[in-house]
């Protein structure tokens, strides 16, 4: 079982930034760690993942340049920095793990309880 809390939404300008945080507990050995949004009337969308070894990360192309995933594995956090944020980021941003770190939310087992971002033009 893995336990995932997001915190670090909120409301922000276009352009400007915020940082999201994922604390996970439980077992969360090799576990790859995605970032995922859902905006009202939309279905869930890939954001950004970050793979268990390597360091590998991948991004949507609505957020590559502008969204960084990182991870720090001594502290069981992810993080998800969002720069020159767009109206169309708004949306609830979950994060979530899974032992395969596809693009796809069906293949992630474990789910935090999502955090808002609303970006204001």
């Known amino acids: 079982q893995v336990q995932l809390v997001e915190s670090g939404g909120g409301l922000a300008q276009a352009g400007g930034s915020l940082r999201l945080s994922c604390l996970a507990s439980?077992?969360?050995?090799?576990?790859?760690m995605g970032w995922f949004r859902q905006a009202p009337g939309k279905e869930r969308e890939f954001v950004a993942v970050?793979?268990?070894?390597?360091?590998?990360?991948y991004y949507a192309d609505s957020v590559k340049g502008r969204f960084t995933i990182s991870r720090d594995n001594a502290k069981n956090t992810v993080y998800l920095q969002m720069n020159s944020l767009k109206p169309e980021d708004t949306a609830v941003y979950y994060c979530?793990?899974?032992?395969?770190?596809?693009?796809?939310?069906?293949?992630?087992?474990?789910w935090g309880q999502g955090t808002q971002v609303t970006v204001s033009s």
């Open positions: 979530a793990a899974s032992l395969d770190g596809s693009s796809r939310p069906e293949e992630y087992a474990y």
């Open positions: 970050s793979k268990w070894s390597g360091g590998s990360t």
């Open positions: 439980g077992h969360t050995f090799n576990k790859h």
